[in-house]
Nanobody
Framework: QVQLVESGGGLVQAGGSLRLSCAAS????????IGWYRQAPGQQRELVGT???????NYADFVKGRFTISRDNAKNTVYLQINTLKPEDTAVYYC??????????WGQGTLVTVSS
């Protein structure tokens, strides 16, 4: 089993930055990839980007260089750095892990609110 806990959300002014954290616990050695998703009010959940166990990253087209996914293996933590925040980035941000190839788990989400 793998568990995920997000943190780092909050209220920030447009133009600011945030770093979200996704701390994994349990059988972390079985994780194949971790992804960051977000869900804005009234919208569907969408993929922001992913990082594999090998360290490769992929991003959604809308990211446009403002989002960076990184990881600290010693802390079993994956980060999402968001720069130049915009009001439309307001959403609940979730991390999601695929482990043991086919199993999946979601974190509880962390709310990011960007004021204009």
């Amino acid at each position: 089993q793998v568990q995920l806990v997000e943190s780092g959300g909050g209220l920030v002014q447009a133009g600011g930055s945030l770093r979200l954290s996704c701390a994994a616990s349990g059988s972390t050695f079985t994780i194949n990839a971790i992804g960051w998703y977000r869900q804005a009010p009234g919208q569907q959940r969408e993929l922001v980007g992913t990082i594999t166990s090998g360290g490769s990253t992929n991003y959604a087209d809308f990211v446009k260089g403002r989002f960076t996914i990184s990881r600290d293996n010693a802390k079993n933590t994956v980060y999402l750095q968001i720069n130049t925040l915009k009001p439309e980035d307001t959403a609940v941000y979730y991390c999601h892990a695929v482990y043991n190839r086919y199993r999946e788990v979601w974190g509880q989400g962390t709310l990011v609110t960007v004021s204009s």
